[in-house]
């Protein structure tokens, strides 16, 4: 993927002040650290010495320290201290690759282009996401051993929801619009629900759209390298790729769920009351649905890689061709960027989601 966007490194509450933990951005190791300022911080996986791994060593106060002979480096990845002997010569002058860092949405998020944009490219805005007016999350991750392009067709082209049987609430499932503008693709999934015995009314209420309780809608958006699903105006589905290796993608996915009305009050449900007791309930069902989401993409992944890499795929969903033109163009954007070209290959318009 284009590295001149800000992508997930790691949950915020898994890198606690003085914790080093390592992450990977299509093949690079990332020491990922948090000061004990309570700042995070992310420079390149290796001790300029020995080349070892600083994830092996550990934080002393702000500075990333090597387990072997206790070089320090600061944020900036600038080698200022060692603790040996300096045989009578000067502090080396040499430093590493440090990552832009900021933190929102309960994600650490690095920036892998050229550290002088970092800040000309906003970060993702995502709608009710966070504020007083925030919607109740639940998050988890999972890593495939795929392609992000394979990820991406995945969670956007909903052809696929055969494979969850009565794991969905729905039946048939047609797209009625997609369109691409600029890197951004738009598609309108329009689906009926299923009329299982006990659970018909459940999905009504909780899959139907306002205007027909007995289908549902969804508006997804991949504004590269982003994606989302919005149902029905109050389930929202955000999910950002974390692209590690050519076969290995993990994926920070958040989904936000707007609070019901209370039929007395006339109020909507507490967030924090949302978050304890629909999150727990919801969780499971997700988590099975994107494993066997997992299952296949793995699937597909070696097959391609394997033994049936030179077999045309019968495609028939006109927006596949989309993603596919877009996912090439934005890589050879970045390969045709001249260096130092100033905001030239830059998307400096907030991706929103």
């Not at 390149?44 to 092996?56: G, Y």
């Not at 392009?149 to 047609?174: A, E, K």
């Not at 999934?189 to 459940?202: A, E």
């Not at 936000?256 to 309930?281: E, H, N, T, Y």
Request: charged content about 25%; aromatic content about 12%.
């Amino acid at each position: 993927m284009n590295p001149n966007y800000w992508y997930p490194l790691e949950w915020s509450d898994a890198v606690k002040p003085g914790d080093v933990v390592e992450t990977r951005f299509w093949g690079q190791s990332i020491a990922l650290y948090r000061g004990t300022d309570g700042r995070a911080r992310a420079v390149e996986n290796r001790c300029a010495h020995r080349q070892i791994k600083l994830t092996m060593g550990h934080v002393r106060e702000c500075e990333l320290v090597c387990l072997y002979h206790g070089w320090s480096y600061d944020e900036g990845g600038r080698l200022v201290d060692m603790k040996h002997d300096h045989f009578g010569k000067k502090l080396p002058v040499l430093s590493i690759r440090a990552y832009p860092v900021r933190e929102r949405y309960g994600l650490i998020w690095g920036y892998m282009g050229e550290p002088a944009a970092a800040e000309r490219v906003p970060l993702v805005e995502i709608e009710h996401g966070d504020g007083e007016d925030s919607w109740a999350a639940i998050r988890f991750d999972y890593t495939w051993k795929a392609h992000h392009y394979m990820v991406i067709d995945n969670l956007c082209n909903l052809t696929h929801l055969y494979v969850h049987g009565r794991w969905v609430p729905y039946d048939q499932t047609t797209l009625t619009h997609h369109s691409l503008d600029g890197d951004r693709l738009e598609l309108n999934w329009h689906h009926t629900l299923r009329r299982d015995p006990g659970l018909y009314g459940v999905y009504k209420q909780v899959f139907g759209s306002p205007g027909s309780r007995e289908t549902s809608e969804t508006h997804m958006v991949y504004d590269y390298p982003y994606q989302r699903a919005l149902s029905n105006d109050r389930i929202r589905s955000c999910n950002f790729m974390l692209p590690q290796a050519p076969d290995r993608t993990r994926v920070f996915s958040v989904q936000f769920w707007k609070a019901p009305q209370l039929p007395v009050l006339g109020r909507p449900v507490p967030r924090a009351l949302m978050s304890k007791l629909w999150a727990p309930a919801v969780r499971p069902v997700t988590k099975e649905i994107f494993r066997q989401d997992g299952a296949t993409v793995e699937g597909e992944q070696d097959a391609i890689m394997g033994e049936h890499f030179d077999r045309p795929i019968p495609e028939l969903n006109p927006s596949v061709r989309l993603f596919e033109r877009l996912t090439i163009e934005r890589w050879q954007a970045h390969l045709d960027a001249p260096a130092h070209a100033g905001d030239a290959g830059l998307c400096t318009r907030v991706k929103r989601l």
